[in-house]
């Protein structure tokens, strides 16, 4: 059973569809919420959820990307983490932290990657005139939101679509999208998950 920790930074509704499906046979539980944010709307979430938490503020550390990231990984390895699972964490990790945890760290993306990595991703792909749009599970590596993909959920963009309107239909997606693939891979299978809203 893999002691899986989850990073937020806002409202933790991908945390909550994660913690809620690491139950039964699942081969993870999440065993620490971490946000760099002490408020984190997803911090109330977990501990309604009975999740241990904790919180590494990056403001404490200023500019020092490395000191925030050594605090983070003192706080893993207290909770004796296995797995990171990073959900609606805005926090841009550096190439060392991303190395210590390679294969062992996921991330999900509101983009059908590689298209529109970063951030405005609901904009970009209105202004593009896409006709489809989804979100992304890949593992995390050096560059950002460019890891193997391991799953993706798409939907129709529709006439009169806004940004609002296009996270609030593809959010449901994600909470389908992102348990499905952490079962999966902690079960060994590397086999990408693909769904269509
Ligand atoms: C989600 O859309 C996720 O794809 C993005 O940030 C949002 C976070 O939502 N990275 P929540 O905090 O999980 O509710």
């Not at 797995?83 to 993306?109: C, D, E, S, V």
Request: net charge neutral; proline share 6%.
């Amino acid at each position: 059973m893999k002691r899986v920790g989850i990073l937020i930074s806002g409202g933790g509704s991908n945390m909550v569809a994660l913690a809620r499906d690491m139950v039964g046979d699942h081969p993870g539980r999440a065993k620490l919420v971490i946000a760099n944010d002490p408020g984190a709307g997803g911090l109330l979430k977990a501990n309604a959820l009975r999740i241990p938490t904790a919180v590494v503020d990056h403001r404490d550390f200023l500019k020092d990307r490395e000191g925030f990231e050594a605090e983070l990984q003192v706080v893993l390895e207290d909770a004796g983490i296995e797995m990171i699972a990073l959900a609606g964490f805005m926090r841009i990790l550096t190439p060392g932290f991303t190395a210590k945890w390679a294969g062992r760290m996921l991330n999900i993306h509101p983009s059908l990657l590689p298209k529109y990595k970063g951030l405005h991703t609901h904009a970009r792909a209105l202004e593009a005139g896409d006709t489809q749009h989804g979100c992304t599970v890949h593992e995390v590596t050096a560059d950002l939101d460019d890891g193997p993909i391991l799953g993706q959920a798409r939907m129709d963009v529709r006439a009169g679509d806004t940004p609002q309107s296009l996270a609030e239909r593809l959010l449901p997606l994600e909470h389908q999208l992102y348990p499905a693939v952490l079962r999966r891979y902690l079960a060994g299978d590397r086999r990408p998950v693909m769904l269509d809203g």
